[in-house]
């Protein structure tokens, strides 16, 4: 039997397995090169800027046997000031076939996975227009979903198709024209899938109806009530079966339904006891869950799992660890379904509030991997918590920062989970008070509620509400690859103390303890020598704070 931290190191391929390494970032020091395409993809360009996306409905015929996509959406938007060429965004190898403003049709031309459209009607602001701009093709297949992207086709065990998308790092232009870019989101939506008779079509929010087709197909018709972020929008087509619960939180009644495969029910209906569960546990942390109008649903997908908004994706084998097993080698990982947990709390932080600028996905990430630990938190009490995040450090990589480049759809190192959220347990250590902790976690859902925000804004907001500067803790966690080190001599009955290993301006308090008994708060700064009178001959930093300490002999001034 192998030992626990062989499994440990066996598993540090959560970072690989979550898709942590798919951001290729450059040797430490040296320039990342980006190309036109990366610009076109990841900033707010003069051809997005000008509108303000509204409401999209997009309709979306699936035709399996020649794995094709053929439809349309219509995009509706405010004009915010007069400008004649709009961008929208579709990946090879689809095409737009037309696009039409006021049924009439217009001209576009195409750079790489841009295409921009050239509006003959003048635009004027404070205007709401539409266009409409069908597409078709045989869109990108996933070689590694959900992290390398794309649209899945497969089968299940009795030979009928199983089919999903997902998209976050290749954006959701890899299946459906859109404005590719985060920062703009639709205030609704709705979504319209034609798929063949004996297949089920599950998409985000409500199903308001189906059609059965003369072609012997048949379209379902899904509405979203509230904003969607683009990659949050997927498709699932299987012979899905199911059923439906409610779930009475903090906003009343919410519906819950499951789709699965008939084989897989009886499993799904003992593994899936656990959503009632996480959802009182996250509504308690977090607020009400956002996303009452548009229901909330897991569904039964052929890849690993994604927090689709209001259609929660899952695949994890009906067990609970991150695919049988526990990340944080402590056993307190096989005590939660990791991907029911990890990506239901993506509603609120993803779904809910969203980063901007992928380069900032920390916000998702750290956010949500914390909430792996307040979910034990809630159920099993902090120690458990505690030793849970402890336990995940083994698999930070502290190889490249967490934060991205901006404005070329990149996003920063997979530290942005275990060490993301040791960054956020370590801040509520120096807060270090846990009914003012949830508050802000829950005033965080409340003021950014259904937004699109920078990490400026989210770090100011902490600050704010605690009462003390983070800035430079956020910085030196996420853009510098150095574990603090709280380097210290004891010596004449003197402890000599700083921070090494850190950015210039970076100041952190940590709590020790001091000998056998005096627990202490210090005050260490960069690079610079304190100093304070103690009894005791030793020091142990609060394992808590994930930082390293050094004992040194013989200081040189």
């Not at 980063?355 to 938190?377: G, K, N, P, Q, V």
Request: glycine share 8%.
């Amino acid at each position: 039997m192998q030992s626990r931290s062989f499994w440990r190191y066996r598993y540090a391929g959560y970072i690989l397995f979550l898709g942590l390494c798919l951001a290729h970032w450059p040797a430490w020091g040296q320039e990342r090169v980006f190309t036109r395409q990366d610009t076109l993809r990841g900033s707010i360009t003069p051809e997005r800027a000008w509108w303000d996306l509204q409401f999209y409905h997009l309709t979306v015929k699936v035709i399996p046997e020649s794995k094709r996509f053929e439809g349309h959406n219509l995009i509706r938007y405010k004009v915010l000031h007069s400008h004649q060429v709009i961008q929208i965004d579709l990946q090879e190898p689809l095409t737009l076939t037309k696009v039409t403003q006021d049924q009439k049709e217009l001209q576009y031309r195409r750079d790489g996975n841009a295409w921009f459209i050239t509006l003959e009607k003048s635009q004027e602001a404070g205007h709401t227009e539409e266009i409409v701009v069908y597409y078709e093709g045989s869109p990108r297949e996933a070689m590694r979903p959900p992290w390398e992207g794309g649209v899945q086709w497969e089968k299940d065990s009795n030979d009928n198709w199983f089919i999903a998308t997902s998209c976050q790092g290749i954006g959701a232009s890899v299946w459906w024209p859109c404005k590719d870019h985060m920062y703009d989101e639709p205030d609704s939506m709705r979504i319209s899938v034609n798929v063949p008779a004996g297949l089920k079509n599950v998409s985000n929010g409500l199903l308001i109806g189906t059609e059965e087709q003369s072609d012997n197909t048949v379209t379902f018709h899904w509405k979203v009530n509230n904003p969607i972020n683009n990659y949050g929008v997927n498709l699932n087509v299987a012979n899905y079966t199911g059923w439906q619960e409610t779930f009475p939180g903090e906003g009343g009644a919410l519906q819950v339904s499951y789709y699965v495969l008939p084989e897989s029910l009886t499993a799904a209906k003992k593994q899936f006891e656990q959503v009632p569960k996480l959802l009182k546990a996250f509504e308690h942390w977090f607020g009400p869950y956002p996303f009452y109008e548009d229901g909330f649903k897991i569904v039964e997908v052929p890849y690993l799992g994604m927090e689709h908004q209001s259609s929660i994706t899952y695949g994890n084998k009906f067990s609970n660890g991150y695919l049988g097993r526990d990340l944080s080698g402590t056993g307190w990982g096989l005590k939660f379904d990791f991907i029911l947990i990890h990506e239901s709390a993506h509603e609120w932080f993803a779904n809910n509030i969203t980063y901007r600028d992928i380069a900032e996905m920390w916000i998702h990430e750290s956010f949500t991997s914390y909430a792996e630990a307040l979910y034990l938190e809630y159920y099993f009490g902090k120690k458990a918590a505690s030793e849970y995040v402890i336990g995940v450090r083994d698999i930070i990589q502290n190889q490249a920062r967490i934060m991205g480049y901006f404005g070329v759809n990149h996003k920063g190192s997979g530290d942005m989970y275990p060490k993301g959220s040791n960054m956020l347990h370590t801040i509520r250590q120096i807060i270090d008070d846990d009914e003012l902790w949830r508050r802000i976690l829950r005033g965080l859902n409340e003021e950014f509620y259904h937004s699109t925000v920078s990490g400026k804004q989210v770090i100011h907001y902490i600050n704010e509400m605690a009462g003390q500067d983070f800035t430079m803790v956020f910085k030196q966690y996420l853009e510098d690859i150095r574990i603090p080190e709280l380097e210290y001599e004891i010596k004449n009955g003197t402890l000599h103390y700083r921070w090494n290993k850190v950015m210039d301006d970076f100041a952190m308090p940590v709590k020790v303890r001091l000998g056998q008994e005096e627990v202490v708060w210090l005050h260490p700064v960069a690079n610079q020598w304190k100093k304070r009178e103690i009894t005791g001959k030793t020091l142990e930093a609060d394992p808590n704070f994930y930082i390293v300490t050094k004992k040194r002999n013989g200081l040189k001034r």
